[in-house]
Nanobody, 120 residues
Framework: HVHVVESGGGLVQPGGSLRLTCAASGSWFSIFDMDWYRQAPGKQREMVAAYSDDRINYADSVKGRFTISRDYAKNTVYLQMNSLKPEDTARYYC???????????????WGQGTQVTVSS
């Protein structure tokens, strides 16, 4: 069983910063990717930043403001969010892609999310 837990959300003023943390625990053959998504009320869930095999992708809306980093030894991924805007307000979710064996398909596991609210 794989467990994914996010932390670090909160209330911040526009222009402020937050650092989100996502930790995966359990047993597996390998972690394929660790990504951040977000979902605002009434909107679809969208990819914010993705980290896979040392390749990093960002949504256009966060480029230059958000930075994803990964600690392979700790099975952890971080999202440093700077220059936050009200439109960044959303619940942020971590998705971890796991291979249970060398030849198995990647299975995605999601955390429960952490709320980020940007407001004055």
């Amino acid at each position: 069983h794989v467990h994914v837990v996010e932390s670090g959300g909160g209330l911040v003023q526009p222009g402020g910063s937050l650092r989100l943390t996502c930790a995966a625990s359990g047993s597996w053959f390998s972690i394929f990717d660790m990504d951040w998504y977000r979902q605002a009320p009434g909107k679809q869930r969208e990819m914010v930043a993705a980290y896979s095999d040392d390749r990093i992708n960002y949504a256009d809306s966060v480029k230059g403001r958000f930075t994803i980093s990964r600690d392979y030894a700790k099975n952890t991924v971080y999202l440093q969010m700077n220059s936050l805007k009200p439109e960044d307000t959303a619940r942020y979710y971590c998705k971890t892609g796991i291979r249970n064996t060398e030849w198995s398909a990647v299975v995605d596991y999601w955390g429960q999310g952490t709320q980020v609210t940007v407001s004055s």
